[in-house]
Structures are given as structure tokens and as C-alpha cells.
């Protein structure tokens, strides 16, 4: 088994160069710390890319975690694909190719952890689909809720990204106001947040 964290920086070399949006860098430890403290046994992922969190999940979930993960993209789906197998959780994921609004309809939970990092646009889409897969103490993370700084505070988002934006506010604006859950946005990144839901000790 070649060396895992080598493993690792090959394919962040593999999305810098190829302009893959993986997690930045700079959210990356509180990506990683939120699923230390989660540590979950069943994932989904909603946008695989590469299977770079994919597989970073896993490094830091249960020992024995299994990741179901959705893909639009063949070419990244089978990039993935090829990745994954060169890694010791080969066995423990599951990759599903197609639409995520689509694909979200057909899952069974439930899931103790959720990862949301794909059509920034479809978030609030993607989180109504997730509600009923989720297990009573899930945590719900999702990536780039700050957009490049224009979700919060008072630069004005270029024109094409209006939609995304406005999208992404009501993203917050949902999970700030769920019944039974409590969410954080961190700024690390591209902003990340974080809902726990904490239906057992309300
Ligand atoms: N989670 C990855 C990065 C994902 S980038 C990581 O941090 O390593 C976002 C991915 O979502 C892209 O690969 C893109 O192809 C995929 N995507 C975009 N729209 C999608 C959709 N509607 N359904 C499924 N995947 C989608
Ligand atoms: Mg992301």
C-alpha cells in the first residue's frame, strides 16, 4: 500500500494544476477537526471531484466508515475512481455518477454525517432532500457558504454570481432555523458550515 499521505498531496498537486475546487487549504483543519469530533460511520458526500475529501473524511471517521459520494461529472467521477483505489479505504466507498438532485431521491439513511460541496446553487435543494436521511444526532457540513466573501457583508457579488449568492444566504438562513439543530458558519476557507442536530438531549 503506498504511503497515504503522499497520496494526499499528489492530488492536491493534481487539483492546483487542473483547477479541481477541492477544500481549500486554509478550512482544511476545521474540516477535518468537525469530522474528528463527529466521528461518523455512515457519510454522504454531494460532490465527489477528485474523492480528495472523500478520502479525507474517512482518514478521520469511525474505523470501520463507509462514504456514499455523488458525482455529475464522468471525468471526475472515473479521476476519483482511480484515486481511491490507490488508497486503503477503496473497499469503503461508494461512488454513484449522475445528477445529486436526482440521485439524493433514491438514497436510504441514515447518514450521521453529510458533506454538501456541490451546485452552490442547489444547496437549499440538496438540504431538503438530505432532512429525511439523517440520523437523530447528524451533523450537516457544507462547503463555500461564504462564496468568496460576497454572502456576508457589503461587496456587491458580480452578476453571474447573484444566484448562487442569494441561494447560499438561504442556505444559512434555513439551517440558522431548523428545529432541533445548531449551526455554526466557520470562516475558515470558503466558509464552512456546520449543523448538529441534537434530537436526543433537546
Ligand atoms: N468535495 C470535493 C470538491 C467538490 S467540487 C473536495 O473537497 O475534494 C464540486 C463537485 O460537484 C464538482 O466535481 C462538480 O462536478 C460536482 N457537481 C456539480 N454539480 C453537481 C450536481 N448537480 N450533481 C452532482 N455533482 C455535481
Ligand atoms: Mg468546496
Known amino acids: 500500500m503506498e504511503d497515504f499521505d503522499q497520496l494526499l498531496r499528489e492530488m492536491e498537486a493534481f487539483a492546483e494544476k487542473q483547477h479541481v475546487p477541492i477544500i481549500w487549504e486554509s478550512g482544511r483543519q476545521a474540516f477535518i477537526d468537525a469530522v474528528d469530533e463527529a466521528k461518523p460511520h455512515r457519510i454522504l458526500e454531494i460532490g465527489t471531484a477528485i474523492g480528495y475529501s472523500a478520502l479525507l473524511m474517512l ?4 474505523e470501520d466508515a463507509e462514504i456514499t459520494t455523488l458525482e455529475l461529472s ?6 476519483a475512481k482511480a484515486y481511491i483505489a490507490r ?3 477503496a473497499g469503503r466507498v461508494h461512488q454513484l455518477l449522475g445528477d445529486a ?9 441514515p447518514y450521521d ?3 454538501i460541496d456541490a451546485a452552490k446553487g442547489q444547496y437549499p435543494d440538496y438540504l431538503h432532500k438530505v432532512l429525511p436521511l439523517l440520523a437523530p444526532d447528524a451533523v ?10 460576497y454572502v456576508r457583508g457589503g461587496i456587491q457579488a ?3 454570481f447573484r444566484t448562487i449568492v442569494k441561494r447560499l444566504r438561504a442556505y444559512i438562513d434555513e439551517v440558522e432555523h431548523l428545529p432541533g439543530a445548531e449551526t455554526e ?17 433537546l
Open 158 to 160: 458580480p452578476r453571474r
Open 101 to 109: 438532485g436526482e440521485l439524493l431521491t433514491q438514497l436510504d439513511g
Open 87 to 89: 488508497s486503503p479505504y
Open 185 to 201: 458558519i466557520l470562516e475558515h476557507g470558503d466558509g464552512l458550515a456546520m449543523t448538529r442536530f441534537r434530537r436526543n438531549n
Open 140 to 149: 450537516i457540513l457544507a462547503d463555500n457558504v461564504l462564496f468568496r466573501g
Open 59 to 62: 482518514a478521520h471517521a469511525a
Open 74 to 79: 464522468p471525468e471526475r467521477y472515473e479521476q
Open 113 to 115: 454525517l453529510v458533506f
